[in-house]
């Protein structure tokens, strides 16, 4: 029985080790993770961990929240730290506030600032 049509499902389907999901971004670029809903959380709750060695668990209902330490995040993980041959962990989440890290500002303009330079040298090279 699908328990969550539409949400991020975690079932470990009474195997070990239980279900892992990696989220990145499809560029390879860094987001902040702010909340997350937990609607369904069973035995042993959900383990959310970033690069960096940023780490939450997270064992009741109701919304995650995510401090400083997972901004800028290049990889988020979420586990269920299920162990036995039969038992059953799950989860269900919904609602993940990802935001997106923009290239700063200070970057661009030293990016247009070396073109600038590269022109000046071409110009004095062709004169």
């Known amino acids: 029985m699908d328990t969550c049509p539409g949400r991020w499902c975690f079932d470990?389907?009474?195997?070990?080790?239980?279900?892992?999901?990696?989220?990145?971004?499809?560029?390879?670029?860094?987001?902040?993770?702010?909340?997350?809903?937990?609607?369904?959380?069973?035995?042993?709750?959900?383990?959310?961990s970033a690069d960096g060695g940023a780490f939450l668990k997270f064992t009741g209902v109701g919304t995650a929240s995510f401090g400083p330490e997972f901004q800028g995040i290049t990889l988020l993980r979420i586990d269920i730290p299920c162990v036995g041959q039969y038992a059953y962990c799950y989860g269900t989440i919904d609602n993940v506030n990802i935001n997106a890290v923009p290239v700063p500002a200070a970057l661009w303009l030293f990016g247009s600032g070396l073109l600038g330079l590269v022109g000046i040298a071409r110009r004095k090279n062709a004169a």
Do not use: H, K, M
């Open 12 to 48: 470990n389907g009474y195997t070990t080790p239980a279900e892992t999901t990696w989220i990145t971004r499809d560029d390879g670029g860094t987001f902040d993770l702010s909340s997350v809903q937990v609607l369904q959380n069973g035995n042993s709750g959900l383990d959310f």
